[in-house]
């Protein structure tokens, strides 16, 4: 959110599709498959209402009843040999596999993937994994020439109820087999309810848990932060910029900054935090929320480490909306003072369908001791290992400022990187549904 000094936005990469990407960081360096070709078979989740935990979730794990549950790609089939148990097994060579969709799981929940695997060239391993559930991608390796059995335990994400599952080959012409995958529901996630604000009130919001910005803030944005435009309606707060006039009280014309210069007030929002309220280090938080992508407008779902100065204290961007993007950053400080080092990805709004501004979303970010990522409705939007974030000279030189408590921030910007307001239809609002954060017994 902060660009001090006019800084840009530097060492931005292809914006991702929000498509699942391949694993950064699962079992093993292997790739994962791609999506597959499309299907048109039915959803195969079970329909007998909510599974009990331990029941079985695949539809045809054993490849017994034909191509209806799983779709297959690029040459891979299922074989009427070798095997586990039953009559028939999934065969795979280079970059071929079968993966099936599953719909209706539950957010937040613990869910173990199990399969037995066995290939008949050690140095090209068949891979059983799990995919789009709201988490890095987790598989298992299978590098033997007799069958063998295999385990994956994963996390849904707090706003995901899908995943995919595969058996794939990466590389290498001779065969790999897969048999008799087993999808079931363990448990409760470890992952707890903190601290959290549903904004079921009314008014303003409340006290106890949040703090407000006041005035000219940073990036010569044009609103002055005021309390009264924030409130809660009909169970979401709202943020609302507002254009008015006034005289600046702030305005003093011999100081040189931009905050004093400013005769007039033209335009006010509000910023939210819970500085002095409440902060944290690690575990995940989610928000739910809704943007317009309207020209001049940049709301924004952040936070800011507790010490030091900017950016050596840290910030995370878990959604900033302007230009008609969506962005996902991670800073931290550099040898120049207020200068950042940036990790950033964006996405297009436009690429996310026509109607997708009509709805609320939900941004989560997941935060350990040794990584972050940050998710949009399930799929990964940007992650970076902490091991590259360390400071520079400037401030809190060597110190990493992820590995200290945040608070999170919630604000609508006008103007500045939003662009001009000139065609901005006032008032305007950002929507906010919930926040939610969770952390384990052990907070990491």
């Known amino acids: 959110m902060m660009s001090w000094l006019g800084i840009a936005l530097v060492g931005c990469s292809t914006p991702p599709s929000l498509e699942p990407p391949a694993p950064?960081?699962?079992?093993d360096d292997t790739e994962s498959p791609g999506t597959g070709p499309p299907t048109d078979t039915a959803d195969p989740t079970p329909d007998s209402?909510?599974?009990?935990?331990?029941?079985?979730l695949l539809v045809d794990p054993g490849f017994e009843d034909g191509d209806a549950a799983w779709a297959f790609w690029g040459g891979a089939?299922?074989?009427m040999h070798d095997a586990q148990?039953?009559?028939w097994a999934l065969r795979t060579t280079a970059t071929n596999g079968a993966e099936q969709s599953l719909t209706g799981l539950k957010p937040n929940t613990t869910y173990q993937l199990s399969g037995w695997g066995r290939t008949t060239d050690s140095n090209h391993p068949l891979k059983i994994g799990v995919k789009d559930y709201g988490g890095e991608e987790l598989g298992v390796l299978f590098e033997g020439p007799e069958y063998t059995q295999g385990s994956v335990t994963f996390t849904t994400g707090l706003g995901s109820t899908g995943a995919t599952i595969y058996a794939y080959k990466h590389t290498g012409a001779q065969a790999g087999y897969a048999d008799n995958l087993s999808l079931s529901e363990?448990?409760?996630?470890?992952y707890v309810l903190v601290w959290s604000d549903?904004?079921?009130?009314?008014g303003a919001p409340d006290d106890s848990r949040w703090t407000f910005e006041s005035g000219f803030v940073r990036n010569e944005e044009l609103q002055w932060y005021q309390e009264d435009n924030a409130y809660q309606e009909d169970g979401v707060l709202v943020i609302e910029g507002r254009e008015e006039m006034r005289?600046?009280?702030?305005?003093?014309?011999?100081?040189?900054?931009?905050q004093s210069q400013r005769a007039w007030i033209e335009y006010t929002s509000s910023s939210i935090t819970t500085s002095g309220r409440a902060q944290w280090q690690y575990g995940r938080i989610a928000v739910r929320a809704k943007v317009t992508n309207a020209g001049g407008t940049w709301p924004a779902i952040w936070t800011l480490g507790a010490d030091c100065q900017w950016p050596s204290n840290g910030e995370v961007d878990i959604m900033e909306n302007y230009s008609g993007s969506l962005l996902a950053n991670f800073a931290w400080g550099t040898d120049t003072p207020w200068v950042a080092s940036w990790?950033?990805?964006?996405?297009?709004?436009?690429s996310l369908g026509e109607d997708w501004t009509d709805d609320f979303h939900i941004w989560e970010l997941h935060w350990t001791s040794e990584a972050m990522q940050i998710y949009l409705d399930g799929a990964l939007l940007n992650d970076v290992s902490l091991s590259s974030t360390s400071n520079g000279a400037a401030s809190c030189a060597g110190e990493n400022p992820f590995q200290q408590p945040h608070y999170l921030l919630l604000n609508l910007a006008l103007g500045s990187n939003g662009g001009s307001v000139d065609s901005l239809p006032f008032p305007t609002q950002y929507r906010v549904d919930y926040v939610r954060v969770y952390q384990t017994t052990a907070a990491d």
């Open 343 to 350: 990790d950033t990805q964006s996405v297009a709004v436009s």
């Open 24 to 27: 950064a960081s699962g079992t």
């Open 198 to 202: 549903d904004f079921d009130g009314v």
């Open 186 to 190: 363990v448990g409760p996630s470890p």
């Open 247 to 258: 005289k600046n009280p702030g305005h003093d014309p011999t100081d040189s900054s931009w």
């Open 85 to 87: 148990e039953g009559d």
């Open 49 to 56: 209402g909510t599974p009990e935990p331990g029941a079985e």
């Open 77 to 79: 089939e299922r074989v």
